[in-house]
């Protein structure tokens, strides 16, 4: 039986409540689903290090590490060094062990590096000699990385030229997941649409957004929105712009999980209206991958990553960051949502859910088709 290695340098969360935290576990479900269709043994390691370094040696004792096929890893936004509580590492020198271990036995290895924020000022919150000694750490893991592994796996193409490791990259599907929508039946002649995300900067569109919603609504009213955000963050908006979203006819929700899935059955289509910039075209929004896996259409702007993911397949419209682009874009998804569903339908699950990611980390770590 063959057996591939997921090796994660930090522990799971107990309670996987946002993007970042959950896709390890759904990852690992998925490779626990692949092994099993395929007669494959999937081995895992995580944990502190001191947990890493006590599954390694067992799995080196029992001989479960020999003849490993290959070896999927992920980073955190913080270097591997620094996973284990209060950012003091226990064991060192477990990552090194066990990657030189597997670079001996000529297992192909890759990493999933999942995001460069560290890099760009306005993101990266320290300060001082606090961010240079950070940075330096940072480098220092993108040299172990193209040290000890052959492929750097990415949530978009487009983020790579900001990777400094000199080894093969290439994207990854974003891990939809399968859902059973029991989609309501509406006859209304206004649609509906649904914002989800934050409204307390600028950058994310909201405000855009509200400027297309006025546009499309003059003279005779086309669409209805719903916004779904943190309550604090509403609550903390100007009063003027909330009397604006109360004047629009605007819903705004604070609700999660099974209400938001409720809700995300009663609408037409959802919208990214974020503002161009460096970091937004690279980066891929969990809520696009949500929105989908939703079987809802998307009106997006036309940052770089999400504009070549959703006009590849035609999962929605996109237009530029200004509000006559987006009117525009808003009025031709109208006319055309029940064809980009069609379109989410046909190719979303079988091109981008879990299963799919993991079949393309086996196809570029081992060059064998399905």
């Known amino acids: 039986m063959k057996k591939v ?11 996987a409540n946002s993007g970042s935290k959950l896709r390890p576990h759904e990852m690992y479900k998925a490779f626990c689903e692949w092994g099993t269709r395929n007669g494959i043994s999937i081995l895992f390691i995580s944990g502190t290090s001191a947990e890493r370094e006590k599954q390694f040696r067992q799995l080196v004792h029992s001989g479960e590490l020999e003849d490993i096929w290959f070896c999927y890893m992920e980073n955190q936004t913080i270097p591997l ?17 066990v990657l030189r271990y597997l670079k001996k036995r000529n297992v192909p290895v890759g990493v999933f590096y999942r995001d460069v924020y560290w890099k760009f000022d306005e993101l990266y919150p320290l300060k001082g000699w606090k961010k240079k000694v950070m940075q330096t750490i940072y ?3 993108e040299r172990f990385y193209e ?13 790579g030229k900001y990777v400094a490791i000199n080894r093969p990259m290439t994207d990854l599907p974003p891990g939809g997941k399968q859902r059973t929508i029991q989609r309501e039946k509406r006859k209304e002649s206004v649609a509906s649409s649904v914002y989800v995300g934050g409204i307390n900067n600028e950058d994310y569109g909201l405000f855009l957004l509200l400027d297309a919603l006025e546009l499309v609504n003059e003279p005779t009213s086309l669409l209805h929105l719903t916004i779904v955000c943190r309550k604090n963050e509403y609550e903390a908006l100007p009063e003027e712009q909330k009397a604006r979203i109360r004047r629009l006819g605007v819903d705004v929700q604070h609700i999660s999980g099974a209400e938001l899935d409720q809700l ?24 696009l991958v949500e929105y989908l896996s939703n079987e809802l259409p998307v009106v997006a702007t036309n940052c770089l990553a999400q504009q070549r993911f959703i006009e590849a397949d035609e999962y929605g419209v996109v237009c ?3 509000p006559h682009s987006m009117a525009e874009a808003i009025r031709t998804m109208i006319k055309r949502s029940e ?14 859910s879990w299963l799919a990611r993991v079949e393309k980390v086996k196809q570029t770590l081992t060059r064998e088709d399905t």
């Open 5 to 15: 290695l997921v090796y994660y340098p930090f522990a799971l969360a107990e309670q």
């Open 81 to 97: 060094w620094l996973t284990d509580p209060g950012h003091r590492p226990q064991k060192p020198f477990i990552d090194w062990t």
């Open 139 to 141: 480098r220092l893991e």
């Open 147 to 159: 040290t000890y592994c052959d492929v750097v796996f990415l949530p978009s193409n487009e983020m």
């Open 264 to 287: 995300y059955e009663q609408m037409d289509f959802a919208f990214i209206p974020r503002l161009r910039s460096e970091y937004n075209d690279f980066s891929v929004p969990v809520k």
């Open 320 to 322: 530029e960051d200004h």
């Open 339 to 352: 064809y980009y569903r069609q379109r989410i339908l046909e190719t979303f699950m079988k091109k981008h």
